[in-house]
């Protein structure tokens, strides 16, 4: 059974920056892609970063030039750093392990000021 932890989240004013970790319990770690979503109040999950096994990495058009996903495979590891954060950010972020539909079990994200 995959354990995904999600920790970093937290309350942040317009323009900060935050860096969303996610631990895996699981083995050959690197032979997977990671992705990270979020979920706002009323709207629907929505896929934020994605992170191949090789590296090649994809982050949707709402987050582009602002978030960027990272992985460090000795620490069984996937990131998330968040830079110029807007109140549209606010949500839930999720960290999931697609081969496996494994999911953490989310961290809050909160940009108000």
């Known amino acids: 059974q995959v354990q995904l932890v999600e920790s970093g989240g937290g309350l942040v004013q317009p323009g900060g920056s935050l860096r969303l970790s996610c631990a895996a319990s699981?083995?050959?770690?690197?032979?997977?892609?990671m992705n990270w979503y979020r979920q706002a109040p009323g709207k629907q999950r929505e896929l934020v970063a994605v992170?191949?096994?090789?590296?090649?990495?994809t982050v949707a058009d709402s987050v582009k030039g602002r978030f960027s996903i990272s992985r460090d495979n000795a620490k069984n590891a996937v990131y998330l750093q968040m830079n110029s954060l807007k109140p549209d950010d606010t949500a839930v972020y999720y960290c999931?392990?697609?081969?496996?539909?494994?999911w953490g079990q989310g961290t809050q994200v909160t940009v108000s000021s």
């Open positions: 992170i191949t096994n090789i590296g090649t990495t």
């Open positions: 999931n392990l697609p081969e496996r539909d494994s």
């Open positions: 699981i083995s050959l770690f690197s032979f997977y892609s």
